[in-house]
C-alpha cells in the first residue's frame, strides 16, 4: 500500500515499474510513465525524520547544481513531502567497471566541486561536514549514543569503539580548525556512478551533498569501504585540489578519527531496519573490527607517505 500510493502520486502503477534498486538508505524504481517517458523514483528509507531529511536535501542539492550548470547530476522532476520521495529524469547507463577514465572522472568532478565553492559557496553544509577535529570527535560521540540501541547484542563492538576513540582522544590535532572550502558528495565511488553509452559519467544519491574540508573530503576518500584510489592517488589528487602543507598534516591527524567514524557508519548495518539488506552479520562484524584495526594503525603514521587506504590496510592483515 505504501509503494501504491507513493508511485501515484507521480501518476504510475506497479504495472509501469520496470525493475528496483535496493540499497541501504533508499530504494529506486525505474519507471515508464504516462507520457512514455523512463523516469526514476527514489524513495528514501529510515525513520520519518531521517526520510524528510534525505528528500530535502536531496532536492536542494540537485536544483542548486543544475542552477550552477553542473550537468552531471540527474535532472528533478518532482518531490513529494508526504511520502518523502522524488522523481527525476531518468539516466540511461551502466554502474562503470573501475578505469582509469573513471578515476580521472571523479577526479575532475571534484576540482568541478571545489571550484564551484569558490565560485558560489551559498549552499549549507554536508550532513556531516567536519570543521575540526573536535567536532569530528563529538560527531562520533553522538554516533556512539545512538549506536547504543541497536548494538545491545554486541557489547563488545561497542566498549572496542569506545577504547580505540578514547586512545585518540588525547592527540593535540582535536583542537585544529579546518576551512571549509569545497563542496563535496560526501559517499563518492563507482556504486554511485552511471555511465551513458558516450562514456559521460553521472553522479547519484545527492542526499548527503554540501559544503566541507578539503581534509575530511580527503580522510574520507582513505576510509571509504569502496574507495577507488590507491594511497598515491588520493596524494597526487590533493596537490590537484590545493592542500597545503599544514592541511596534509591535519589529514593524517584526524584519519584514526576517521576511522572509528567508518566503524559507527558500517555499525549502523547492524540495526533492525538495514540488517539482512547486503551483507551478513559476520561480515559486518568482521568490517568494524578492521576499522578498529586501521585506526590503531593509522594513530603509529605521523607522514602522508607512511599511510595507506581502507582497502590496502585490509589486504595487507588478511
Known amino acids: 500500500m505504501k ?15 520496470i525493475y528496483t534498486i535496493n540499497g541501504g538508505n533508499s530504494i529506486v524504481y525505474k ?36 542552477e550552477n550548470d553542473i550537468t552531471f547530476a540527474a535532472q528533478l522532476i518532482s518531490f513529494n513531502k508526504k511520502k518523502p520521495s522524488i522523481c527525476y529524469k531518468w539516466i540511461e547507463g551502466k554502474t562503470p567497471r573501475l ?15 571545489k571550484s564551484l565553492y569558490e565560485h558560489n559557496p551559498n549552499f549549507p553544509l554536508a550532513i556531516d561536514a567536519v570543521a575540526s577535529a ?14 547504543k540501541a541497536y548494538l545491545k547484542k554486541y557489547p563488545e563492538i561497542l566498549i572496542s569503539i569506545n577504547k580505540a576513540r578514547e586512545l585518540v582522544g588525547g592527540n593535540l590535532l582535536l583542537l585544529s580548525k579546518f576551512p571549509i572550502n569545497t563542496f563535496s558528495f560526501s559517499d563518492i565511488g ?12 553521472y553522479f547519484l544519491d545527492f542526499e548527503f551533498f554540501g559544503a566541507d574540508s578539503k581534509v575530511k573530503m580527503v ?14 592517488e588520493i596524494v597526487s589528487l590533493s596537490l590537484k585540489l590545493s592542500l597545503s602543507d599544514y592541511e596534509i598534516e591535519q589529514l593524517v591527524g584526524i584519519l ?33 573490527n578492521h576499522y578498529l584495526g586501521y585506526s590503531q ?19 595487507m592483515t588478511q
Open 3 to 17: 509503494l501504491n500510493l507513493t508511485l501515484a502520486f507521480y501518476g504510475i502503477s506497479e504495472k509501469d515499474i
Open 134 to 147: 573536535l567536532e569530528l570527535n563529538k560527531q562520533i560521540e553522538q554516533r556512539i549514543f545512538i549506536a
Open 256 to 288: 584514526p578519527l576517521i576511522a572509528i567514524k567508518w566503524a559507527l557508519i558500517t555499525s549502523r548495518r547492524l540495526s533492525s531496519e538495514v540488517l539482512g539488506n547486503q551483507i551478513s552479520t559476520k561480515q559486518i562484524l568482521e568490517q568494524i
Open 190 to 201: 563507482v556504486h554511485n556512478m552511471i555511465t551513458n553509452s558516450k562514456s559521460e559519467a
Open 219 to 232: 580522510a574520507d576518500l582513505f576510509s571509504h569501504p569502496k574507495t577507488i584510489f590507491s594511497r598515491e
Open 99 to 113: 578505469s582509469n577514465l573513471v578515476k580521472n572522472q571523479v577526479i575532475e568532478a571534484l576540482i568541478c566541486l
Open 297 to 315: 594503525f593509522l594513530q603509529k603514521k605521523v607522514e602522508v607517505d607512511q599511510i595507506m587506504t581502507f582497502q590496502e590496510y585490509k589486504k
Open 31 to 66: 519507471c515508464k510513465n504516462i507520457a512514455g517517458e523512463h523516469v526514476g523514483i527514489k524513495e528514501y528509507l529510515g525513520d520519518d525524520d531521517r526520510r524528510m531529511r534525505s528528500m530535502e536535501r536531496e532536492v536542494a542539492s540537485l536544483n542548486f547544481l543544475y
